[in-house]
């Protein structure tokens, strides 16, 4: 299995507080990405990043922000939290080398309840 | 921009009975194309992928998909499903050339195996 740990695994917060989080993976990968998992819609893409500190917003943006200081780590924080956002969140990862490395691996989902 | 569109949001099959999982996609450029598995409370999975070549993919536990340009289509098949079928899966696109190397997903077919 690739090398990737999302934290906290679950987490039930209230509306209108701030929420991180964490995605870190020890496969030295370019790429990192954040989606959300809802029936229906499949995987949305919140944000990526590319790099070390370069990172841009995906389909589903608004609400949320990254931040990404060390290759291993990905950080996506709820500004302030609404119901709307209950959902799975999965980090995935890739490398970037090219069209042989289009594969995605995939941490095992953060389940977030807001109330 | 790309878009993937999952046929069918429910298959049920008995087992070994063969399937067929359909998906369609859209873009204004070449794509890659992948079909991800993913099991009960667990991340994502990849099963086969299309970059270029032969237009027959073959995947792991037996699946196989078939690219087709002219219907812009990429379905899934398995000539005789197990009951350890029964998951979520996925259709993706990849835009060749870029940047980000982002994956956008399809809502997901559920598959379900009966005895």
């Given at each position: 299995d690739a090398g990737i740990t999302q934290s906290p695994r679950h987490k039930v917060t209230e509306t209108g507080t701030p929420v991180?989080?964490?995605?870190?993976?020890?496969?030295?990968?370019?790429?990192?990405?954040?989606?959300?998992?809802?029936?229906?819609?499949?995987?949305?893409?919140?944000?990526?990043?590319?790099?070390?500190?370069?990172?841009?917003?995906?389909?589903?943006?608004?609400?949320?922000?990254?931040?990404?200081?060390?290759?291993?780590?990905?950080?996506?924080?709820l500004e302030s939290a609404t119901s709307s956002q209950t959902s799975v969140y999965f980090c995935a990862i890739r490398g970037g080398g090219g069209s042989t490395d289009t594969e995605a691996f995939f941490g095992q989902g953060t389940r977030l309840t807001v109330v | 921009a790309q878009?993937?569109?999952?046929?069918?949001?429910?298959?049920?099959?008995?087992?070994?009975?063969?399937?067929?999982?359909?998906?369609?996609?859209?873009?204004?450029?070449?794509?890659?194309?992948f079909w991800y598995v993913q099991y009960p409370n667990q991340g994502l999975q990849l099963l086969l992928k299309y970059l270029s070549g032969s237009t027959l993919v073959k995947g792991i536990n037996g699946f196989e998909a078939e690219f087709n340009k002219s219907q812009t289509s990429f379905h899934l098949r398995k000539p005789s499903v197990h009951i350890s079928d029964t998951a979520e899966y996925f259709c993706a696109v990849i835009a060749v050339n870029t940047g980000g190397f982002k994956t956008i997903f399809g809502a997901g077919t559920r598959l379900f195996v009966k005895a």
């Open positions: 991180t989080l964490r995605c870190h993976q020890t496969e030295n990968h370019r790429y990192m990405y954040w989606y959300r998992q809802d029936p229906g819609h499949g995987l949305r893409l919140i944000h990526y990043s590319y790099g070390v500190k370069d990172t841009d917003k995906g389909e589903v943006s608004d609400g949320y922000s990254v931040s990404r200081s060390k290759t291993e780590d990905f950080l996506l924080t | 878009s993937v569109t999952q046929l069918d949001s429910q298959v049920p099959v008995f087992e070994e009975a063969p399937v067929e999982l359909r998906c369609n996609y859209s873009s204004s450029v070449s794509v890659y194309l």
